[in-house]
């Protein structure tokens, strides 16, 4: 038998980056993984010469972001280095309608500049005065105080978005980016949440990447753990968690026990719940408000090894007016009415990182779409199918280039993430809880109502996109168990 301050259920990018604030605040850490590395949905992986993303993985922002604030506080930003692209790196495929496809090239932070202007008209053959509604819209972002945008939990985005009056192009543009960064419909996404990370990419870009691997920061965060004097195991699955008198007392790890004063579970909120520490531990209003929180869409999509720069940029968001999704539009795909273009967004994390091959001019790319969070949904074969149309449309020689090709979906998620616990959900490409009335104020507590456990990650805790929402229910979770367990070192400043 062991005994920790805390145990730590998982080392996704809200696991690692809460276990490595603890342990820098002085508490003894254990850090348990199921899988053989950190960096759950975001993990990066090795095989053959290759570095590569399960799962796509670029940050957002690429500056000023959670994930700066948590290398700086860990002093380990030496041992990560962050890379954003100098460049036109991103580029949009745009079919217009009248079925012609278009294409921009532009920089991940946009600059405003003539041509950029200029690109955006060619794109979209929209008018100055179409730019301008666009540039009323992001400047009503910029302009409202935190507290204005926190009224707005309740707002859905797109209704929020609509007194903007933006012309078809341009809402296509707008919505498919929030489909990419949230994967839920742009009408049920609460507004703040979209306002809090247009701003955050406004004013600090649009892609950040880990050099030797975006889940580096994470595999960095639980070595430190150990640094710290405590405990990190990987391969292995915690099975239970143990409750004595009425509040957490450890977890239990086939035949070996930890004893922990509290357990931070970054396992997914309804498998903590319902599984690991069980329902009857729980009020019975909690138990079925916690099985009724949504999950966020899964994405499938293929993993390429190419022997050639077939893509270049290292973003491509490939859309038509017909492609982003509201929920009408994502019921009605589930029915079978598809698109003309589903929308797919390509990252190529060898144009971020050249390293990741040990061969130069090597590609490595995700191409991908959205599906449901179902690990059983039989939209997967339809979705891939339909995805490679139209990649084999537009690179018509990427076939002729594959080293490797690997289709994934929400099962294979799910194997990286959380369990099945509730029907539908399990295969969620963000987490739990990311539409409006389950956001913000409204998001569930990451203080459960059992003594002793917490919920850290995208489920519970932080705002923002992706695992930059993880990295700030980490620093979040990080103080309110410190304040808890009353240790002093607190670490630095909780967001609002
Ligand atoms: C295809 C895809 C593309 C994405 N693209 C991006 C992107 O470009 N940018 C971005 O910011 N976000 C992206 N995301 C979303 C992002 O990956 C997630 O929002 C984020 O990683 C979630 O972090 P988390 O800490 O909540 O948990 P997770 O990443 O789910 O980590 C949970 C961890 O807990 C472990 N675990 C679970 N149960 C147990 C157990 N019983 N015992 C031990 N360990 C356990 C898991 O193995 C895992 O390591 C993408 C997701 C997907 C699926």
Redesign the pocket.
């Known amino acids: 038998m062991d005994d920790y301050d805390v145990c730590v ?9 809460v276990a490595a604030l603890l342990a820098h605040a002085g508490l003894k850490v254990a850090l ?4 053989a590395r ?6 990066t992986t090795e095989r053959k010469g290759y570095r590569f993303e ?7 922002p690429a500056y000023n972001s959670r994930f700066h604030e948590l290398v700086d506080t860990l002093g380990i930003a030496e041992r990560c280095p962050f890379v954003v692209p100098e460049g036109d790196a991103a580029s949009i495929r745009y079919l217009n309608g009248d079925g012609q496809w278009r294409v921009c090239y532009n920089p991940l932070i946009a600059t405003g500049s003539e041509k950029e202007m200029a690109d955006m008209k060619a794109t979209f053959g929209v008018s100055d005065d179409d730019l301008g509604a666009l540039a009323a819209f992001y400047g009503a972002i910029l302009s409202l105080q935190d507290e204005e945008i926190d009224a707005l939990d309740d707002t859905g985005a797109y209704a929020w978005m609509s007194q903007f009056n933006l012309p078809a192009p341009l809402e296509s543009q707008v919505c498919m980016n929030l489909n ?1 960064l949230f ?1 839920v419909a742009v009408d049920r996404l609460p507004a703040s949440e979209m306002i809090y990370a247009l701003r955050d990419q406004v004013l600090g870009g649009a892609g950040r990447y880990h050099i030797g691997g ?1 889940g580096h920061v994470a595999e960095v965060c639980a070595e430190y753990v150990v640094e710290q004097g405590g405990l990190y195991l990987t391969k ?4 239970e968690i143990l409750v004595e008198d009425g509040r957490v007392a450890g977890v239990r ?1 086939g035949d070996r026990t930890i004893r922990t004063r509290a357990v931070i ?4 909120i309804q ?1 903590t719940v319902l599984q ?1 520490a069980g329902a009857a531990h729980f009020p019975e209003d909690y138990v079925a408000r916690v099985t009724a929180l949504e999950p ?1 869409w ?4 293929f993993r390429y090894v190419l022997d050639k720069r077939v893509f270049d940029a290292a973003l491509i968001p490939v859309f038509s007016d017909e492609s982003w999704l509201d929920e009408a539009r994502y019921q009605g795909m589930l029915r079978g009415e598809w698109p003309n273009v589903p929308l797919i ?1 390509i ?1 190529v994390p060898s144009e971020f990182d050249p390293g990741l091959s040990d061969i130069e001019g090597h590609q490595l790319a ?1 191409c ?1 779409v959205f599906m449901p969070a179902d690990t059983g949904s039989e939209l997967v074969d339809e979705a891939l199918a339909r995805c490679e149309a139209v990649i084999d449309e537009l690179w018509p020689e990427l076939k002729d280039h594959i080293i490797r090709k690997e289709p ?1 979906g929400a099962k294979q ?1 799910s194997s ?4 099945v616990a509730v029907p539908g959900a399990g295969g ?4 739990i809880a990311q539409v409006v009335g389950q956001c913000g104020k409204s998001k569930p507590d990451a203080r459960t109502p059992l003594a002793g456990l917490y919920i ?4 519970a805790g932080g705002r923002g ?6 990295v700030d ?2 620093f979040n979770v990080a103080a309110m168990v410190c304040e808890d367990l009353g240790v002093s070192a607190v670490p630095r400043e909780v967001r609002a």
Request: glycine share 20%; aromatic share 6%; with cysteine.
């Open positions: 259920i998982g080392a996704g990018f809200g696991g690692a980056s348990l993984e199921k899988t950190a960096g759950g949905k975001t993990q399960m799962f796509g993985a670029v940050g957002i990419t994967v975006y292995t699955r915690v099975q790890l579970s970054n396992a997914g498998p690991l966020s899964a994405i499938c999509g967004a990252d995700n991908q994934y998620i990286m993430s959380r369990d969620e490409a963000v987490g850290v990650g995208c489920d996109a992706g695992t930059h929402q993880a229910s980490g």
